[in-house]
């Protein structure tokens, strides 16, 4: 098992940054795949952004090209999700999450979850 600890959410104008990290901790060695997720209310969990931990490819869905960034530390065995150009539509619980098998990233299947860290982007 991996336990996740995400970090760095908050309130935000919109037009504005955040980042937000997770941190993995346990049977790391086996990670294949880390992802970000979010949900709102009464809404299905949406994949956000997604890296590999051995060669570090990245997948974006298409909402959060171009502003959105994740990027991996194998040392630290974290991973960053930096947010730019944050919108109201933005806002939502993000959830880390990491995958043992090869599996497309943004499959929802995951492994392990974090708690979630919430996020308000205010207009």
């Known amino acids: 098992q991996v336990q996740l600890v995400e970090s760095g959410g908050g309130l935000v104008q919109a037009g504005g940054s955040l980042r937000l990290s997770c941190a993995a901790s346990g049977r790391t060695v086996s990670m294949y795949g880390t992802a970000w997720f979010r949900q709102v209310p009464g809404k299905e969990r949406d994949f956000v952004a997604g890296?590999?931990?051995?060669?570090?490819?990245?997948y974006y869905a298409d909402s959060v090209k171009g502003r959105f960034t994740v990027t991996r530390d194998t040392a630290n065995k974290t991973v960053a999700l930096q947010m730019n150009s944050l919108k109201p539509e933005d806002t939502a619980v993000y959830y880390c999450?990491?995958?043992?098998?090869?599996?497309?990233?943004?499959?929802?299947?995951?492994?392990?979850w974090g708690q979630g860290t919430l996020v308000t982007v205010s207009s």
């Open positions: 999450a990491v995958r043992f098998d090869s599996g497309h990233l943004n499959r929802p299947d995951y492994d392990s």
């Open positions: 890296i590999t931990w051995n060669l570090g490819w990245t």
